[in-house]
């Protein structure tokens, strides 16, 4: 028997029409500017009025695909690549520009903070609305709220305007809401990155024990591809807009490390987009990488080779406690090792303006394959910036390296052990 479509996709499309408007003549002086416009009025209003050209821009293209009752789907792609406007028409906040769309259950969101929250109504008051936006009665709602405050640990804000909660307390009230009020679509988005690390690990917890139960479809984007492996068993992968695969999880993981290798040996960071709000107090802007590949191209790193990489941020102020940190995660999205400032004398002060941070790896010994780095800067207010897995790297094996026999080794690491034989006696 044939699993249930519960949601199907059917040559979908997203078109938005944008403005570029051209540069405004040079400002005069305001008396140079009377003298111009009482001379000739017509010819100076003309003259000072911006050029305006359109384009179509297609945010999504041609997707088609569908969804059985109970999957577990992930959609994993590029900023850009079009997953925040496929989940607003999933949840019906837009209208697609051409295709159809067919929904065959009731549908929860949680795409940003605070989405479907009235800020003026109190956290219990937006519990029985996100209720009754379901399709629930009072009854209903009723029977779920105690958990759904158990589990968003916001009892003492529960009669306070969820205007006054933090960007956690909503994300954490919101996701409860979401995930104890049943709907049969379920659809995250990379707003779970705003809560804290525990937070996050008891959100992964309660979405997989809802696959597991069965009935419930959701629909997870993440950047962090260690979550999407775990909790899907399928993923779509979008690039630029179009559907470039629909599969098995490590299958699509592996094509989505492969769409965009870093090129450059400078990479621009201050125009990344960042998943997850941050103070903006030190800005992370570039990254460079040193290494000794003669030949090879940027970013293409020849295994057990001496690595140096360069990170400049930009600082708005005197900041007294900085923790610059790096972390290198695997193509499916796990972290294999990470460093901070704290591991080698503690947080270091910076001044305005531009600083720059050295890292350096003796022996850098990962096995051959693509890998992602993770950077960020916390203060002890927070995380001043932070962009995860935003550079990718491969580490290649050549012909020196091939004596290593690396191509034999699996797992990530390959340590290094002080390994020795010895003749033992022969006993009588």
């Known amino acids: 028997m ?192 705003v809560g804290d690390a525990a937070f996050q690990k008891k959100c992964l917890g309660k979405m997989e024990q809802s696959a597991q139960g069965g009935g419930r479809t959701v629909i997870f984007v993440s950047h962090n591809l260690s979550a999407v492996s775990r909790l899907c068993s399928r993923v779509i992968v979008l690039d630029h807009g179009r559907l470039v695969f629909d599969g098995p999880t490590q299958e699509g993981i592996e094509v989505y490390s492969g769409l965009a290798p870093t090129t450059g040996a400078v990479v621009n960071l201050s ?46 102020g005197t900041v007294h406690e900085i923790e610059p940190g790096v972390a290198v995660h695997s193509g499916k999205g796990f972290e294999i090792a990470s460093w901070t400032s704290a591991v080698t004398g503690g947080n270091v002060p910076i001044q305005p303006g531009l600083t720059a941070f050295s890292f350096r790896w003796q022996n850098f010994r990962l096995v051959p394959g693509v890998y992602h780095l993770s950077l960020g800067m916390r203060s002890p207010r927070g995380f001043e910036d932070y962009l995860p897995e935003v550079v990718r790297f491969e580490v290649v094996r050549t012909t020196d390296s091939a004596a290593h026999g690396v191509e034999t080794f699996s797992g990530c690491i390959v340590p290094l052990v002080d390994f020795k034989v010895a003749s033992l006696p022969v006993a009588p």
């Open 2 to 193: 044939k699993p249930e479509s519960i949601i199907g996709i059917e040559s979908l499309g997203k078109s938005y029409l944008l403005s570029h408007q051209t540069e405004r003549a040079p400002y005069q002086r305001l008396s140079d500017a009377l003298v111009h416009s009482a001379k000739a009025p017509l010819r100076w209003l003309s003259r000072n009025k911006p050029q305006t050209t359109r384009e179509v821009f297609w945010a999504l293209r041609d997707v088609s695909f569908e969804i059985t009752r109970g999957e577990v789907v992930g959609i994993i792609g590029h900023n850009g690549a079009g997953k925040s406007t496929l989940l607003k028409l999933l949840s019906r906040i837009t209208a697609p520009t051409m295709g159809r769309i067919t929904l065959r259950g009731t549908v929860g969101s949680l795409l940003e903070v605070g989405t479907g929250f009235h800020p003026e109504l109190t956290g219990r008051e937006n519990i029985f609305l996100n209720g009754a936006m379901l399709g629930m009665t009072r009854v209903q709602v009723s029977a779920k709220f105690d958990e759904i405050v158990a589990f968003a640990e916001v009892e003492k804000f529960l009669d306070t305007p969820v205007k006054r909660y933090s960007s956690g307390m909503y994300v954490r009230l919101a996701f409860a809401i979401a995930a104890h009020l049943d709907p049969e679509i379920l659809i995250i988005d990379e707003v779970l990155a």
């Open 271 to 316: 125009d990344k987009h960042r998943p997850q709000p941050v103070l903006s107090g030190v800005k992370l802007m570039s990254i460079s990488l040193t290494s000794h590949n003669e030949g090879q191209q940027a970013w293409m790193i020849d295994y057990g080779v001496d690595l140096e990489l360069q990170i400049t941020v930009q600082s708005n």
